[in-house]
Nanobody, 114 residues
Framework: VQLVESGGGLVQPGGSLRLSCAASGFTFSSSVMRWYRQAPGKERELVAS????????IYADSMKGRVTISRDNVKNTVDLQMNSLKVEDTAVYYC????????WGHGTQVTVSS
């Protein structure tokens, strides 16, 4: 199982970022995919989840209305579009796959700062 995140970086408050995760080594189209984040000194938390077919999504209350998770079961990618970013959104963002347990990517840093 390989999950490779990209798209992180430095953005000003109110800005947008689109994270992408390229998946391989498992049956992507059959797997629930999730994005988590972990801020310094805090526990890792779920940001968004998407069902295998992409028909159902779940969002953390802290980001609802500002984030959209999507997937492409042909390209084996899952994206996270984040808008109206806040300083408190600063964290390492991780892609994960639910395959009889959670598999993790290495994460991508998102820093929201002026």
């Amino acid at each position: 199982v390989q999950l490779v995140e990209s798209g992180g970086g430095l953005v000003q408050p109110g800005g947008s970022l689109r994270l992408s995760c390229a998946a391989s080594g498992f049956t992507f189209s059959s797997s629930v995919m999730r994005w988590y984040r972990q801020a310094p000194g805090k526990e890792r938390e779920l940001v968004a989840s998407i069902s295998s077919a992409g028909s159902s999504t779940i969002y953390a209350d802290s980001m609802k209305g500002r984030v959209t998770i999507s997937r492409d079961n042909v390209k084996n990618t899952v994206d996270l579009q984040m808008n109206s970013l806040k300083v408190e959104d600063t964290a390492v963002y991780y892609c994960s796959a639910l395959i009889r347990g959670l598999y993790w990517g290495h994460g991508t840093q998102v820093t929201v700062s002026s």
